[in-house]
């Protein structure tokens, strides 16, 4: 899975207030609000990095070791492609 390097859908609307996101989602409909470490990782979703690369990344700006927000970014990532929220996945 570390070869996918997830997108944003570009549909979708997002507001930045004070660090955390607010998202609408003019297909459904809805919306979604992200705690500060969320809009970090959603930030990074242009589809220009891959997982490994965005954790990497995260990491480094956290002063964390990569396994420990590894698994949360992953956990992060599979909520948004369910929520609809990234574009589906090529290759």
Not at 44 to 51: N, P, V
């Amino acid at each position: 899975m570390s070869h996918i390097r997830p997108r944003v859908r570009g549909d979708i609307t997002t507001v930045e207030l004070d660090g955390e996101r607010v998202i609408w989602d003019p297909t459904s409909g809805e919306l979604h609000h992200l705690n500060r470490s969320a809009s970090a990782v959603m930030s990074l979703c242009d589809g220009g990095s891959s997982i490994a690369e965005i954790v990497e990344d995260l990491a480094a700006a956290f002063g964390v070791t990569t396994e420990r927000v590894d698994a949360d970014v992953r956990s992060l990532l599979r909520s948004l492609r369910r929520a609809g929220l990234l574009e589906p996945s090529r290759g």
